[in-house]
């Protein structure tokens, strides 16, 4: 499929347009669907400072806008690449660029997302895998479709060595279990996992709606509430509180529903956090350092 016949399923926003391209090939094809509009852009690349490649990606990077003629702004990072690594990355990466930022995730991911999600047991949210933090405008294209535009343009994109290895569990659902279900199942598990993810998101509307209306530290109205309403509710809370980058799962809202219920008095949650209930009240803290949460 030709370039030009894949912008009808772009969704970019309205005026000058700010890419987050870090050189790989979805990003690269993202760059030239938005060239291909004739869309006003700027290019940000973020450099890591952990991989061994970063250095080259950002000289391909900036080569490229520089070829086009198009503004290029880089932003250099410093991260320890120690456990959580791939959270704090992507915080960190969404800190540097600018509010709007155009990122190139693809049908491919947002299947990659609702798997990764469902087996976190992330609930509802999880599962609709509805990626708001930034402007997506190539989630209705497929890496096929990427590939297709690098390809049409004579354009060669960077290799993050790292989306190959398999201990990372996005690698290992992309290269491993993705391939495996098209092979158990003789179909393509791409569009349908979208599709499962946009009735999701649905339903998740209805349930939010409903959350919202809820008090998350009232322990009777969370006991009176339907559970999905009170469970979404607390995965709001406890995500906030925690400012945590992920949707919380569902063993975890399992834990702290005990201590709704009065089964337990305090349960631990996410990002070394804790739940307590007091006088009817729920309260989230810092857990201590040597202490289990109380039952």
């Given amino acids: 499929m030709a370039t030009a016949d894949l912008l009808d399923r772009c969704a970019f926003p309205d005026g000058e347009l700010h890419l987050g391209v870090s050189g790989g090939t979805d990003s690269v094809a993202m760059a030239l669907l938005a060239r291909a509009a004739e869309r006003p852009f700027t290019i940000w690349h973020v450099h890591h400072g952990v991989r061994l490649g970063a250095d080259a990606d950002a000289a391909f990077v900036e080569a490229l806008a520089a070829d086009w003629g198009v503004p290029f702004e880089l932003r250099q990072l410093q991260l320890d690449p ?36 469902l087996f976190r047991g992330a609930g509802l949210a999880g599962t609709a895998a509805q990626m708001r933090s930034a402007h997506r405008p190539i989630l209705a294209l497929t890496r096929v479709d ?4 690098c390809d049409d343009a004579g354009i060669t994109p960077c290799e993050d060595e790292t989306n190959e290895d398999t201990r990372n569990h996005r690698a290992a659902v992309r290269h491993r279990v993705l391939p495996e279900i098209a092979r158990s199942l003789g179909r393509d598990p791409i ?34 509430a339907p559970r999905a309403v009170a469970s979404e509710a607390l995965r709001s809370w406890i995500r906030a509180s925690a400012n945590e980058p992920y949707p919380v799962d569902g063993a975890t809202i399992d834990r702290v529903l005990e201590v709704v219920y009065g089964n337990h008095r305090a349960a631990e949650t996410v990002g070394g956090h804790r739940v307590a209930r007091s006088q009817g009240r729920l309260s989230i803290s810092v857990a201590s350092p040597d202490g289990q949460a109380d039952t």
């Fill in 82 to 117: 120690a456990p959580n690594f791939e959270a704090r990355a992507r915080t960190a990466r969404y800190d540097a660029m600018p509010d709007g930022v155009c990122v190139a995730h693809t049908a491919n991911d947002r299947a990659e997302t609702v798997l990764l999600n």
């Fill in 191 to 224: 569009p349908i996992l979208n599709r499962h993810a946009d009735l999701i998101a649905d339903a998740l509307e209805l349930v939010e709606a409903s959350a919202a209306e809820l008090d998350p530290t009232d322990v009777e109205a969370l006991r009176a």
């Fill in 146 to 149: 990427t590939v297709a535009v």
